[in-house]
C-alpha cells in the first residue's frame, strides 16, 4: 500500500516526528493515529507517528514536522510518497515487560536506541516507563539497562586518573553543598568533575546556582581540559551528551509524576559510568517534601546503590541526610550562590557546613587524604583555611568567571518582602515544598535574583512581629505572587499559630549597585 | 503565576487541547511539555496540555489548538492570559491503580470524565491503559467500570420490549453471522437491536458489510423507531454515543497492541448496558488469528462474561465456534454482503449456514420461541422458509435501503485475480490474518468492492492449476498490491507445497453492469 502526496511543512518545531493525514487518507493507507508511516522522497526515507487532521486540510496532502522534513529536506508542495511502516521491535519488547517477564541487555539496547532516534511514541515510552514502575526491575535489568544508558550516550575520559564524585538525591531546598564539597575535595588533591542539573521541580539546581558565579555550558573536550587544570569543575550535565536516554525518559516520567524506583537508580548511575567515576558518595535527604520519605525507603536506595555501583565497578557509600527544613538559609541561585561563598570565605550555617564537610570528607577518607573517621576533621580544616576558597577561585576563573568575586558582590532581586510572625511561639515545622513555590513564584531558577532567605528556621523560639523570612524578586509582579502564596501555605509553621491567618508583611524596594 | 500572551490559531485540529509556548515563557510560568495550562479569556476558560516549540514561535505568542480556541472563541492576535492549572485528581487513581491498589466506581468515573472532558493526556491514559493491563481489575472494579462506561453515555430506551443480542468477539475474516442471526431472531417476533463497530484491523466490520444494503448511521430516537417497526436493526455504533470514553480507550489500546482483558470485557458489556440488552450471546471464535487463541483463553472470557453478566442484570450465554479459517467465503464488504443474502435466499455455505443458525438458536430458546435443545432447528426453519429473507427486507427497507435487492444485484470490484495452485494436496491450512492483509491491500473496507473470494478451503484436495481464490479490487494498482502480498504470505498452505514459490495468477477484467 503506497500513496503519493503532497506535504506542507508545519512552521512550528513540535518535538516529535509526526505526519499528519486526512482521515480518508489514513483510512486508505489503513493507518490509524499513532501508527507509524513512512515517507519517501528522492530516495531519503522518514518514519513519522500518524496523526489525523479532523478537518481544514486537503485530502492528498499532509502535514509534516520538522523532524521529517529536515531528514528528508522536503519543501513545501512537494510530492512524496507514503506507506504503512511497521512498529519497531523494541514494542515487542515494552510489551514483554508489560507481561512481567525480564529484559535483556539486547532488549534495552533496542528500545534505547529507538527511544534517541525518535522512532517509539510518546504512548509507547509512557507504557514502558509505567511497565519500570509496576514491574520492577530486577539487579540484572537495573545493571543492563544502567550500561545501556551510559553506553549510548558521550563518556569523558579523564584518562587514568581515579575520579571522585558525589550525588545528592532531589528534594530539599537549598542544598548548595556541592559548591562547597568539590573545591574542598580538589585542594586535597583528588579528582571530582561534577557535572550538575538545571532546575526540573526546585528553585535553583546546582547548575543554575554554579552560573552565577561562572559559564557552566562545556563539552566534553573542554570539561578535560579544565578538570586537568585545577581538579575539579560544577558545570551542567546538559552541555555533554551523557546519558541522553535518560532525559527522554524524565520528561514521561514528570507529567506522569511517576519515578521507577531502579529507574533512578540508572540515571545517577549511568552517568557517572559515563565520566569514569570510581568512587561516589550519596546524599539522601530524607524529610518533608523530599524524595526519599522514611529510613526504610533511604534504606532501600542505599542498598540497591551500593550494590548496582558494585556491579558496575564504581564503590559507593551512601549517606541518610537531615532533609526536614531547607540546607542553609537560602534558596534561589543568587542567594545559594551568596551564602555558599560567604562558607568558602569563613562564615556561613552551621547546618550547610555540617553537611558540605561531612560528604566532602568521605571522599577523602576514600582517596586517602584522611584516615577513617577523621575526613571530616580534614574537610573542615581545608575550608578554614581558606584552601577550599583558593580552589573555588581556580575553578571559577577555569570556568570562565571572575575569580575576585565576594559573597558581598552578590546581589538578590531588588524587590524584598519580608514576612512576620504573627504570633509569640516556637517555629515546629519548615515546609520544603512551599518553600519552593514561593521562591519559583518570585521567578526562580530562571530570574537568578529571586528566592527566599530563611531568617529563623525550625526550632527557634519568635515573638509577634520578628521577621520569619524574605522573598526576593526582580519583579514587583512576581514578588506579589509569592507573597499570595506565602499567605495560602505558610512555609514556617509555629507552634500554636492559627494556620489560616494571614501573615503581614511589607515591601521594600532596595536599590541594586 | 499568571503571564498575557497572544494568541495564534493553529490552522488544523490536532485532536487534543494543546497549548504551544516558547521555551522561555513556558520556564517563565514553570511549565514543562505536558504540563497542564489555563488559558483565560473574557471569563471564558480552557485548560490545555503545554507543548513546547524549539523554534520559530515568537516569545510571548502561544499557538492553540482548535479545541483550545473554540472553547474561549478566540481569534488570531487577541491577547490571553495563561497561568500552571493542577492536574485533574482523577491522575491520582491512575497512580493508585499503578500501585496496585483497587479503585471505587467514584474513582473510575472521575478518571473517565476526565477522559471524556479530555483534560487527561495521552501520556496519562497510556498509563492508565498499561496499570489496567499488568494490574488486572476485580470483578468488582470490572462491574464499576462497565457501569462507568455505560452511564457516561447515551442510553437507548426500548421501553418495555426484552432486548436480545449476539456479540462476536474478533479476528475470524468473514464473520458475516449477524446479517443472518439478526433476520432469524426478529422473524421469531424477538427484539434484537444490533449495534456494530466498523472495521478497524479487520476486512469489514459488520456496519460496513450492511452499509453496503442500506444506510447504517442513526441516533438512538431513529433507532428505536425502526427497532418498534420491524423488531430488529444492523447499525453502526459510532452514529450513536454508547459508551464513549470506550472508543478513546482504544484509540490507545490500539497503538500499544493492549488489550487489557477485564478492559475488553468492560468494553462489551457498557454497551450492552446502553442498549437495555436482557439476554446475551457471545460468539467467541478461537483460532489462527483470531483473539482467542486456545479454549483456557476461551474459557476465562466465557467465565468472566458470564459473571459481568450477572451482576448488571444481562443473562449471558458463551459460543466457542471454529476460527481457524474464515467463516463463509467470502471477504470485504460487497462479497460478505452478497453471500449474506444468498444464504438468506436459500443458498450459502454450509459453515455460515451452521454458525448462524447455532448461534440465533441459542437466543430463540431463551425468548422461549423454541424449547431447549431445538433453538437451532427452528432457527434454520425460519431461514429455509423465507421468513428471515422477508425479514431482512424489512429491515433493509426501515434502515432507508432498497427491500428488492438481490444478491445477483450485488456487485465486487471490476478487477480480479485468480490466484491458482501451483501443486496438486491437499489445503492444510487457511491463515486469517493473510487473508486480511490481502483482503485491505485491495482496498477494503474502504471500497466496498474489495475483498478475496476462497474457492477452496481447509481440507480440500486440490490440483495444480486449480484456482485457490480470487481477489477483487476497483483499482488495478491496488489489485496488483494485494496480489503481491498473496505471493509473499500465501493465505492458503497445501501440503507439501513449496512455500516460496510465487503462485502464479492472471487479472481479469470484468465489466460492471
Redesign the interface.
Known sequence: ??KKVKVTLL?????RPEI?LTEADA??L?L????RVRLKSDGKIAVGIV???????EPGTV?VS?EISELCRLESGQTVELAPAR?PSS?AFI?KK?D?ETLSKDEFLAIVKDVLENRL????I??F???L???EMTMDETEALTRTLAETGEIINFEKRGIFDKHSIGGVPGNKVTLLIVPIVAAAGLTIPKTSSRA?TSASGTADTMEVLAPVTFNAEKIVEIVNHVNGIICWGGGVNLAPADDLFI??E?????DPHNLALCSVMAKKIATGTKFLVIDLPMGNGTKIKNIDEAEKYAIDFIELGKRIGIKTECLVTYGDKPVGRAVGPVLEAQEALRALEGEGPSSLIEKSTGIAGVLLEAGGIARKGEGKKKALKLLKSGAALKKMKEIIAAQGGDPNVTSNDLKPGRYKAQIKAESDGYIVGVHNKAVVDIA??A?AP?DKGAGLLLLKSKGYSVHAGDILFEVYSDSKY?LD?AVKLARQHSPIAIEGMLIERIPSYSVLETSKE
Chains 1, 2 share one sequence.
Request: zero cysteines; charged letters at 35%; glycine letters at 6%.
Open positions: 500500500m503506497l512552521d512550528i518545531e513540535e518535538g499528519t483510512e486508505e489503513g490509524h493515529v499513532k501508527d496523526n489525523i487532521a479532523s478537518k481544514d486540510l502535514l520538522h512498529k514494542v510489551k508489560m512481567k511514541s510518546e504512548t509507547e509512557a507504557a516507563i509505567a511497565a514502575y509496576i514491574n526540573i520528561k514521561v514528570h507529567p506522569l509524576a511517576l519559583r513564584a521567578g530562571r512576581k505572587e
